[in-house]
């Protein structure tokens, strides 16, 4: 079955290739706008070879796991309170809301105000665009704790943070990690979005370089170098994760 899977995967990847090939064949556009799979496959191999993507990759990936676990942290936090408080859910809770639907594009100019063109500024960003998801995630995975749970624990003796230790916390784990994933997935984003706009090292930066001086071949394998990258550790990692989570509650097959 999985076999069955990647052979379509790899199907399906050799037509876009090959369209993309007829495309550039028949000078739909120019060169310079629109290079060739072989140029564009050039551009991927001497940037490896020569250091500058693994560089790049090493600064942004250094960026990231700074950025994504103090998102995780603090979206926890903000999401265990308005999960377990009912005042600050009806107050703060709709902002939230209003917060999570902000691009982490718009982030980039406060950043840069508040931090200048610094790489602490990079990780401002995304910071920002991990938090609240990560936040909606665990309110969600309080509020969704199943109520026969919490009243056979009480009916047990267990109250206050025992019965959050206890019960809820363990109840919420698919949620969490639900919450995880989508955290490393919007922060990654907010990543590029904040290394675009910076002086730094990191793949946001090259990709700007690249269309400066106007080198689409590097600023198509830059982008196939995001792509690959986010749906490898999704699929390798926070899938793999979640799926193993929802088995052992239960939740799935």
Do not use: C
């Amino acid at each position: 079955m999985k076999f069955n899977i990647v052979v379509k995967r790899v199907l399906f990847l050799a037509a876009i290739i090959g369209l993309w090939q007829l495309v550039f064949s028949i000078n739909v556009f120019a060169d310079v706008v629109f290079p060739s799979p072989g140029k564009v496959w050039t551009a991927l191999y001497e940037g490896f070879t020569q250091g500058d993507f693994v560089k790049a990759l090493g600064a942004s990936f250094k960026h990231l796991f700074a950025g994504l676990f103090m998102a995780i942290l603090l979206g926890t936090i903000v999401g265990v309170i308005l999960g377990k408080s009912k005042q600050a859910d009806e107050t703060a809770g709709m902002y939230l809301i209003a917060l999570q639907s902000i691009p982490s594009i718009v982030w980039v100019p406060l950043a840069i105000m508040l931090f200048g063109f610094t790489e602490f500024a990079v990780v401002f960003v995304v910071v920002l665009g991990g938090t609240f998801v990560m936040a909606l995630n665990v309110r969600s995975a309080i509020h969704n704790v199943p109520p026969h749970f919490v009243r056979a624990a009480r009916t047990m003796g267990t109250s206050g943070f025992g019965l959050f230790y206890r019960v809820e916390v363990p109840a919420s784990i698919p949620y969490f990690m639900s919450g995880v994933r989508l955290s490393w997935a919007f922060s990654w984003r907010a990543l590029m979005a904040g290394e675009l706009l910076s002086n730094g090292p990191g793949l946001g930066y090259s990709l700007r370089y690249a269309q400066d001086y106007a080198r689409m071949d590097q600023v198509i394998a830059i982008i196939i170098i995001i792509g690959l990258i986010g749906a490898i550790v999704d699929q390798l990692v926070f899938s793999k994760l979640e799926k193993n989570v929802m088995k052992r509650w239960g939740l799935v097959k």
